[in-house]
């Protein structure tokens, strides 16, 4: 008898197993979106930081609101015309940088008010300017020998000297402006007005002044003053002193 041929059913197919290479290939795409994940979480965090901080450089510490000073006298330093009615009171630092910026301005504002303001000068040398103290002291030798026209022409000498000009250098900026370079040495290096420099300091420390350069305009008739801090532009200086002087007219 013929032998009946009996088929074999074939067995189902598994589903492939993955390969190494297949995890590999998923590893690093879930590493690769996690790194871009945090990459960008940090970018953010970053970016929310540098905001604060750029908010926090924008907005300055508070500073009061006025400056109460003592009536300025022709017995200070004092520049341009006795007799007008505002006198315009500078505290500076002859090292500030700002104060450099602003003396030329000053220079020019009371050369564009001649007979209407006076500019008064008050020292303010801050600590951590090295020259500052010894400038201003020079200043006042200056003035002891030659008056507050000696005292003027060595302010503008040592501004216009900032900020290379050195201390062994005041000597022989004295003696460009006409002073006696030996008397002038002499009384430097004795000291005599260091007392008087941190004298007015501590005046302006009292009066409200926190920076260089702080001016006050002063009304020397009603006593009303305004402050103003920091070395605005000519045209604001100009713009401040003009709207004082309509209010108090």
């Known amino acids: 008898m013929p032998r009946k041929s009996v088929s074999k059913a074939t067995p189902p197919m598994q589903p492939a197993s993955p390969g190494p290479s297949t995890i590999l290939v998923l590893l690093l795409i879930v590493i690769s979106f996690f790194a871009g994940y945090l990459f960008f979480r940090l970018k953010s965090v970053e970016k929310s930081n540098l905001g604060t901080t750029q908010n926090q450089q924008q907005q300055p510490s508070a500073r009061p609101k006025g400056i109460k000073i003592k009536k300025p006298t022709t017995s200070e330093h004092w520049r341009g015309s006795k007799d007008v009615r505002y006198a315009w009171v500078e505290y500076a630092d002859m090292e500030c940088p700002f104060c450099t910026q602003i003396h030329t301005d000053l220079v020019k504002l009371l050369q564009a008010y001649d007979g209407k303001i006076a500019w008064v000068l008050r020292q303010y040398p801050l600590s951590f300017h090295p020259k500052a103290q010894k400038s201003a002291e020079a200043a006042e030798c200056a003035n002891d020998e030659a008056g507050n026209d000696g005292f003027w022409k060595m302010t503008d000498a040592i501004y216009e000297k900032m900020p290379t000009m050195e201390l062994i250098d005041l000597p022989t900026i ?17 000291g005599k007005f260091e007392k008087k420099v941190k004298d007015q300091l501590n005046e302006g420390v009292k009066a409200g002044v926190q920076a260089t350069p702080s001016n006050v305009i002063y009304d020397l008739k009603t006593g009303s003053s305004t402050s103003i801090e920091g070395a605005l532009p000519y045209d604001s200086l100009k713009t401040s002193l003009d709207a004082f002087m309509a209010r108090y007219k």
Do not use: H, I, M, R
């Open 174 to 190: 004295a003696s460009s402006v006409g002073l006696n370079e030996t008397t002038f040495k002499q009384c430097l290096d004795s």
